[in-house]
T-cell receptor, first 115, second 117 residues
Framework: GESVGLHLPTLSVQEGDNSIINCAYS??????FIWYKQESGKGPQFIID?????DKRQGQRVTVLLNKTVKHLSLQIAATQPGDSAVYFC??????????????FGKGTKLSVKP | DGGITQSPKYLFRKEGQNVTLSCEQN?????MYWYRQDPGQGLRLIYY???????QKGDIAEGYSVSREKKESFPLTVTSAQKNPTAFYLC????????????????FGAGSRLTVL
C-alpha cells in the first residue's frame, strides 16, 4: 500500500486543525455513500456512511456532508491527529439495496498531518 | 479476532508465470471480492462471489481466475494472460452481496503487492 498515495491529491493540515476532504461522485442515481480510510500498507477501513435521504451524518470526530444537487460528498475530520494520516476515498452504490458488486470507488485524497 | 487474511504480502513473478494470491476470512461472510488498486486510481473490481461454487466477473476480469470451493476461501490466480499484473490486490468480504449498508459494508484484507520482474 505504500504507493497507493502516489499521484493523488494531497491535503496537508496542522495537527489539531479540522480537515475537509472532498469527493465528486459520478452517478445521480447513487443513493448510498461510504468513506474509507487506507493507511500505508493496510487495507481500507470503513469510516462512515450516508444514505441519499440525508444531507449530514456525524460520527466520532467525523462528519459526512452530502450535496445531491452538485453530486458532492465531503468528509470533515475534527481536531486532526497524526494517526489520521492516510488516503481517504469515497464509494458510491447505485440503488440502495443493489449489489455491492456495483460499488464505484473514487481515486482518493492523501491526508498528511503535520505535528 | 475475526478478519481477512491475505498472503503473501509481497510477491514477485517472472513474465509468463501464473501466481495465486490467497484470501481467507473467518467472519462467516457469504460474499467475497477481489479488487485491484493502482496508484492514483480507484479500486477496480476483478471478481466477486456471492456463495460457494459461484462467482461473477467484475469490471476487469480478463487475465484473472478465481475459485470458491469453501465459504472462507477465495483465491485469485493472476495468469500470464494478464498484460499488466503489477499492482496492489485487495480481498474483501461482506455479510452478503446485497443491501449495502452500515451493517453490511466491505471488510478488507491488508492486501498483496504483486510485482512482475
Amino acid at each position: 500500500g505504500e504507493s497507493v498515495g502516489l499521484h493523488l491529491p494531497t491535503l496537508s493540515v496542522q495537527e489539531g486543525d479540522n480537515s475537509i476532504i472532498n469527493c465528486a461522485y459520478s452517478n445521480s442515481a447513487s443513493d448510498y455513500f461510504i468513506w474509507y480510510k487506507q493507511e500505508s500498507g493496510k487495507g481500507p477501513q470503513f469510516i462512515i456512511d450516508i444514505r441519499s435521504n440525508m444531507d449530514k451524518r456525524q460520527g466520532q470526530r467525523v462528519t459526512v456532508l452530502l450535496n445531491k444537487t452538485v453530486k458532492h460528498l465531503s468528509l470533515q475530520i475534527a481536531a486532526t491527529q497524526p494517526g489520521d494520516s492516510a488516503v481517504y476515498f469515497c464509494a458510491e452504490n447505485v440503488n440502495y439495496g443493489g449489489s455491492q458488486g456495483n460499488l464505484i470507488f473514487g481515486k482518493g485524497t492523501k491526508l498528511s498531518v503535520k505535528p | 479476532d475475526g478478519g481477512i487474511t491475505q498472503s503473501p504480502k509481497y510477491l514477485f513473478r517472472k513474465e509468463g508465470q501464473n501466481v495465486t494470491l490467497s484470501c481467507e476470512q473467518n467472519l462467516n461472510h457469504d460474499a467475497m471480492y477481489w479488487y485491484r488498486q493502482d496508484p492514483g486510481q480507484g479500486l477496480r473490481l476483478i471478481y466477486y462471489s456471492q456463495i460457494v461454487n459461484d462467482f461473477q466477473k467484475g469490471d476487469i476480469a480478463e487475465g484473472y481466475s478465481v475459485s470458491r470451493e469453501k465459504k472462507e476461501s477465495f483465491p485469485l490466480t493472476v495468469t500470464s494472460a494478464q498484460k499488466n499484473p503489477t499492482a496492489f490486490y485487495l480481498c474483501a468480504s461482506s455479510i452478503d452481496l446485497y443491501r449495502a449498508s452500515g451493517a453490511n459494508v466491505l471488510t478488507f484484507g491488508a492486501g498483496s503487492r504483486l510485482t512482475v520482474l
